[in-house]
């Protein structure tokens, strides 16, 4: 009922930036919660920034002070500015966003199939 367009992935330099971004699109009568996940190679699946439909963010200790995560609510987007970008930041980068659907209205937690991140040094 609820799909996930993520792009803005890409191959950079360490010490550049990329922004990601993530339109939710389908039966959606709101949208709570919305944020980042990476998995770089051989690690596990892990939260790089959250944010509420407060607007509340929440972000990994290793990307603090360097990443942003922000939301479009008319466009059901979120968006993450990735700044100083380092190799160790390399992973593929899922959005996952916690909606409400129209018909019937019920929670559903959505995934993005990923974009992949390649920081070189």
């Known amino acids: 009922q609820v799909q996930l367009a993520e792009s803005g992935g890409g191959l950079v330099q360490a010490g550049g930036s990329l922004r990601l971004s993530c339109a939710a699109s389908?039966?959606?009568?709101?949208?709570?919660?919305m944020g980042w996940y990476r998995q770089g190679p051989g690690k596990q699946r892990e939260l790089v920034a959250g944010i509420t439909s407060g607007g509340s963010t929440n972000y990994a200790d290793s990307v603090k002070g360097r990443f942003s995560i922000s939301r479009d609510n008319a466009k059901n987007t979120v968006y993450l500015q990735m700044n100083s970008l380092k190799p160790e930041d390399t992973a593929v980068y899922f959005c996952?966003?916690?909606?409400?659907?129209?018909?019937?209205?019920?929670?559903?937690?959505?995934w993005g199939q990923g974009t992949l991140v390649t920081v070189s040094s």
């Open positions: 389908g039966s959606i009568f709101s949208i709570n919660t």
């Open positions: 996952s966003v916690l909606v409400f659907t129209t018909t019937p209205l019920r929670p559903l937690e959505v």
